[in-house]
């Protein structure tokens, strides 16, 4: 049945949309027409701040006209091409300059389709790259609490957030979970990394001693996790959670899915940090949001180690039908290309201390009891009203939304990630009008 608000907008109830309160959205919708730089145009014709890049994936701005004219002429020039036993010039040009834009740091990249295929895609490589070594016996993986790595059945394996997990039955065996880095009570309103929790990392090593490191295959980790809430990893953490894996000969990986492509002012949260992982799992900033695409970076000894036997067999049993699809090779190309043009990152970096100055100007608004910072990240969390859990931070969102800023929550944090090409003028926009909304609620 379709009720009557549903009824006056034709078209809303036919699609059955993600992550969202169906019911309640198709009574009262927020529809996106138009975007431009820094704004969305809403269909009634309003201009909204976009505070959040999308959805962490649009990070060089909407409608960059690079990136617009060359999906364009790849899709009237090679619409698609097959890459099983196939191949065509700009997967092979793009996996170049993905190596090239990891430092070498990378030796290979495995396209995908999004962040959720690619993550399924490094824990499987992980345990195969194990087999074709003689370590068969390391099939076990670790996540996190509170880790969120798509929603794939091996990503919400290794993911922690109970909300994604508990619907789906036993997910996959042999997973395991270190504990998550929040911790108020020392960490609250922490600039940039928080001093305390870098001993959490040492967890891995009791669960290395209950299952034993000769059935771990991997680790994997968000640098920083975004979507439980921007949880910003402590002074030394992921440095030890490296040295731990190294030790036991357990692979390590990052998922970069969001703070890929300068979100940190860098282009990879690896270089941020200087602590280099096995392999690493990319999408979103990949190609602006613009076309669907992931990948997942890959170290040469992990690569080398598939390329024995015959060379006319298969090495990796794995892959999509649009994996390195011409429209998505093509619009990362551009991609990077725009945020080398526009020094995307660089300008990130600069503005990373405006932003951590304005951002922790809302400590002391209304139900604020932390913020938490880095690159141009940021999450502000709110006391949730009691019995009601996420209600204020949806509060926030919606009238947030009416005054012009778009916002993400999950739960009752409010999290900002906006452009990189973001100015100080809109910085200052969009903390002050999060300022007027939390001053107007209950």
Known sequence: MEDHASSNLPGLSAWWMPFTANREFKAAPRLLVSASGMYYTTQDGRQVLDGTA???CVNAGHAQPGIVRAIG????????????????????????????????RFSHAFYTNSGSEAV????KIAIAWHRVRGEGTRTRLIGRERGYHGVGFGGMSVGGLASNRKWFGSLLAGVDHLPHTHDLARNAFARGQPRHGAELADELERIVTLHDASTIAAVIVEPVAGSTGVLIPPVGYLERLREICTRHGILLIFDEVITGFGRLGTPLATDFFDVEPDMV????????????????????PIHDAFMQGPPGAIELFHGYTYSGHPLACAAALATLDVYEETAAFAN???????????????RGQPHVIDVRNLGLIAGIELAPRPGQPGARGMEVFRRAFEKGILVRVTGDT???????????AQIDRLCSTLAEVLDGIA
């Open 281 to 300: 799992t990319v999408a979103k900033g990949i190609t602006n949001g613009c076309v669907p695409m992931g990948a997942v970076l890959v170290k040469s």
């Open 348 to 362: 990130a970096a600069a503005l990373s201390s405006t932003w951590e100055d304005a951002v922790h100007a809302l």
């Open 73 to 104: 002429e790849s899709v009237a020039t090679l619409d698609y091409a097959p890459s099983f036993q196939m191949g065509h010039p700009k997967a092979f040009e793009l996996a170049e300059r993905l190596v090239s834009f990891s430092g070498e």
């Open 54 to 56: 999308g959805l962490w």
């Open 414 to 424: 409010i999290a900002m990630s906006p452009p990189l090409i973001i100015e100080r």
């Open 120 to 123: 399924d895609t490094a824990l």
